[in-house]
């Protein structure tokens, strides 16, 4: 059967967060080839524009150490918002005894098959729009 504009769904989008822009570009150039739509911000600043000019994304992975606005801030920012409070969120970071419980937690250099494994479960328990009408 072929497929038509209706039956066709956006593959899901990630949000990844680091000040370093070799992780980050990488990050974004690998998820990509996966199939995953990217944005990317720079700092946490950056971070929380993004999610407030955007649909909620699939899932986040956050550096916590940045300069201006810390990854923790984000963090506060996504459970204050209704609409953010379930995105699953990966915590990369150099300083793993700094990441607050209840977070899948990735020390760097960390290993981008087991961060992957992590945003292809996130995205599987996305609830699809249909689902929820």
Do not use: N, W
């Not at 199939?35 to 000019?53: M, P, S, W």
């Amino acid at each position: 059967m072929p497929t038509t504009q209706t039956q066709t769904t956006e593959p899901p989008m990630l949000l990844v967060v680091d000040d370093d822009p070799e992780i980050r570009m990488l990050l974004r150039e690998l998820f990509a080839r996966e199939g995953y739509r990217v944005g990317v911000a720079t700092d946490g600043a950056d971070a929380i524009l993004f999610l407030e000019q955007h649909d909620p994304p699939s899932a986040i992975v956050l550096d916590l150490l940045m300069p201006g606005i810390l990854g923790s801030s984000v963090l506060a920012y996504l459970g204050s918002t209704p609409s953010l409070e379930h995105v699953p969120v990966a915590i990369v970071s150099s300083m793993p005894q700094l990441a607050p419980h209840g977070y899948q937690l990735f020390k760097k250099p960390f290993k981008f098959s087991q961060l992957l494994d992590f945003v292809r479960k996130a995205c599987d328990e996305v609830p699809s729009a249909s689902a929820t009408s």
